[in-house]
């Protein structure tokens, strides 16, 4: 069984940053393609940002690119979010998740995702 648990969210103002962290159980993190979720009250769950299996391809939605960087530590079966200039709009519960696709591509699509953590708040302050 697969174990996810994030950490790392908070408080912060508008303009501020957080890293959040995924720590993974089980020692098959590297065959997993991680991904990055975020869901706000009222709001469906939408896709973050992505690393594939391999580490090699990253992705990202939008709404963040040039802000939020994905990485993985594949030593310390952890995944990261460094998430920068931080908006009032990026509050939401986030999630982290893991995808057992063996695809070159990042996944981005939630039903595809196999285990999911219990997620972090993060809550940006105007």
């Known amino acids: 069984q697969v174990q996810l648990v994030e950490s790392g969210g908070g408080l912060v103002q508008a303009g501020g940053s957080l890293r959040l962290s995924c720590a993974v159980s089980g020692r098959t993190f590297s065959t997993y393609g991680m991904g990055w979720f975020r869901q706000a009250p009222g709001k469906e769950r939408e896709f973050v940002a992505g690393i594939s299996w391999r580490g090699i391809s990253t992705y990202y939605a939008d709404s963040v690119k040039g802000r939020f960087t994905i990485s993985r530590d594949n030593a310390k079966n952890t995944v990261y979010l460094q998430m920068n200039s931080l908006r009032p709009e990026d509050t939401a519960v986030y999630y982290c998740?893991?995808?057992?696709?063996?695809?070159?591509?990042?996944?981005?699509?939630?039903?595809?995702?196999?285990?999911w953590g219990q997620g972090t708040q993060v809550t940006v302050s105007s």
């Open positions: 998740a893991a995808t057992g696709a063996k695809t070159r591509l990042v996944v981005t699509t939630t039903q595809r995702y196999d285990y």
